[in-house]
């Protein structure tokens, strides 16, 4: 049994909310709230078969395996726990041409009245379709794949940020043969955000993650058989990377991943795989956070570093913001005065002197779905997780594993670029 904690309420509850405040909602994108031995496996992340539904690696533990998509057309549906919504991308059969790719709108986030009065505060002439990003390659509802059941993958989103604003990476990690989860954070989303709502709830972050197992495993329509619920990773980034480092302790995931996790909760750290992804130039998750964050994990455990790299490079914020339709870019076109903090942190990593956004998606990519499959048993060759690897990229990237065999440690680390 969970033992929960009690929620404690940050912010005011707002009646009445100007435009100025409005325009301040829209614009938080996801924040935080707050020489290698070649590379042993452990018997927990090694199998002798792999599953019919899983392709094999393009590639060797030196190679960028899942930088690029993976066989798999992804699908997109929407399914609803109680209080809030889940998207789901998945793999899917192949798709006809003239299919229309999914869209969603960065004011999707944001309560209905609010999102409705976003037109009045964009330039004279100015289309709200600005607001739009498209879901590359990515197509909603259409027929999954026969090739499966896949492993389930839960996705956790930052705070102030919601499902749909990692879409990107989402959608590559599906291409490769997993079904992927994302449920609204509702306590911390970026609609609880703007309207004074935020509940700190560590404990709930997790429940919520759970329930999505079983809603995703007994759902019909495009997902009727379609998600192995034996296997369960978890994803996140930011916030949403502390609640699956906290979520690992659970008996139903096996492995985690954190992207710019905000820590960990306070409790022993079980001895199942977990990667922690930090980004070097990190504003509001710092990186010696990360390294902290990664000591306190038990082996099997791996830490990269990507150089270059910020907050936001892991959403799909950085795009809107070296395209100009980014929300900061527009509420400073009309003249909004924001604070520094604020400004600073949004567009964090998207900036001219920041990695090239599609190039830091392909390291997360691939570091991601490679951890995914060998803590899985999906992957026993470990392909994209030797340490050669960093050498893929002419970004530089500090990669460490602290690995068990049987009851010894073997450490190793390195860096390349």
């Known amino acids: 049994m969970r033992i929960r904690t009690t929620p404690t309420r940050s912010g005011p509850r707002v009646g009445t909310i100007t435009a100025a405040v409005v325009a301040v909602g829209l614009l938080v994108a996801s924040c935080s709230s707050g020489e290698s031995a070649e590379p042993t496996t452990t018997a927990a992340e090694t199998t002798t ?22 066989p798999f057309a992804v ?67 259409v027929p999954s794949s026969t090739d499966g059941p896949f492993p389930l993958v839960l996705f956790s989103h930052g705070f102030g940020s919601f499902r749909l604003d990692a879409s990107a990476l989402v959608r590559g990690m599906a291409s490769w043969g997993f079904v992927v989860a994302a449920p609204d954070h509702v306590e911390r989303g970026r609609a609880a955000l703007v309207t004074g709502q935020v509940v700190r709830d560590p404990d709930r972050d997790v429940q919520v993650l759970l329930d999505t197992i079983d809603l995703v495993g007994s759902a019909g329509g495009v997902l009727s058989g379609l998600t192995d619920t034996d296997r369960v990773g978890a994803v996140g980034h930011s916030a949403g990377g502390r609640a699956v480092l906290t979520a690992l302790s659970e008996p139903e995931i096996d492995v985690a991943v954190g992207w710019a996790a905000a820590g960990r909760a306070d409790v022993p750290a079980p001895e199942k795989p977990s990667m922690n992804i930090a980004a070097l ?16 994990m038990a082996p099997p455990k791996r830490l990269v570093v990507i150089d270059g790299a910020g907050h936001n490079s892991f959403t799909d914020v950085c795009l809107a913001v070296r395209s100009g339709s980014d929300l900061i870019g527009i509420a400073r076109s009309i003249g909004f005065e924001l604070p520094e903090g604020l400004a600073a942190g949004a567009v964090d990593g998207c900036g001219p002197e920041s990695i090239d956004t599609r190039e830091g998606w392909a390291i997360t990519q691939s570091f991601t779905v490679a951890q995914l499959r060998s803590g899985l048993g999906l992957d026993p060759s470990g392909a994209g997780l030797g340490p050669g690897v960093v050498r893929a990229w002419d970004v530089p990237i500090e990669y460490v594993e602290d690995l068990v065999v049987a009851a010894t440690d073997t450490t190793s680390s390195t860096t390349g670029g």
Not at 291 to 296: K, L
């Open 49 to 70: 078969t792999l599953p019919a539904s899983v392709p094999p690696a393009p590639g060797g533990p030196d190679d960028p395996a899942f930088a690029e998509s993976g």
């Open 281 to 296: 130039v990190d504003v509001l998750v710092p990186v010696e956070e990360v390294r902290a964050t990664y000591a306190g």
């Open 75 to 141: 699908g997109v549906t929407s399914l609803s726990l109680p209080d809030r919504k889940v998207e789901v991308w998945y793999p899917a059969a192949p798709v006809p041409d003239g299919t229309p790719v999914a869209t969603y709108s960065q004011l999707d986030a944001l309560p209905e009245n609010l999102a409705s009065l976003a037109p009045s505060l964009l330039p004279a002439g100015t289309s709200p379709d600005i607001l739009t990003v498209t879901m590359t390659d990515t197509y909603r509802d």
